[in-house]
């Protein structure tokens, strides 16, 4: 069983800075791609920026909405990822969403999409 574990959400005020954190544990072998997105109330959920596995090159995706605000990496002997948020907006306001690609052994022919439980950023004006 795998479980994602994320922290570091919280208030901000309106041009602040936060960084969340989500840690996988449990039956690993190799972690894919690693992603963060969120949902903001009546909303649905959307991507927020994606990082794919060191073997790619580490790559990295952003929504446009946070390109040049927002960083996403990776530390793949912990098995986290992290979300850098600067120059926050209220807009920013959801719930983040950390997401991994995790095959759980070196047998398994598969790839399994884990969730973490969500953490709440609420940015005020």
């Known amino acids: 069983q795998v479980q994602l574990e994320e922290s570091g959400g919280g208030l901000v005020q309106a041009g602040g800075s936060l960084r969340l954190s989500c840690a996988a544990s449990g039956s690993i072998f190799s972690i894919k791609t690693m992603g963060w997105y969120r949902q903001a109330p009546g909303k649905q959920r959307e991507l927020v920026a994606t990082?794919?596995?060191?073997?790619?090159?580490?790559?990295?995706n952003y929504a446009t909405s946070v390109k040049g605000r927002f960083t996403i990496s990776r530390d793949n002997a912990k098995n986290t990822v992290y979300l850098q948020m600067n120059s926050l907006k209220p807009e920013d306001t959801a719930d983040y969403y950390c997401?991994?690609?995790?095959?759980?052994?070196?047998?398994?022919?598969?790839?399994?999409?884990?969730w973490g439980q969500g953490t709440q950023v609420t940015v005020s004006s």
């Open positions: 990082i794919a596995s060191g073997s790619s090159g580490g790559s990295t």
């Open positions: 997401n991994m690609a995790i095959q759980p052994s070196s047998t398994a022919p598969y790839v399994f999409s884990y």
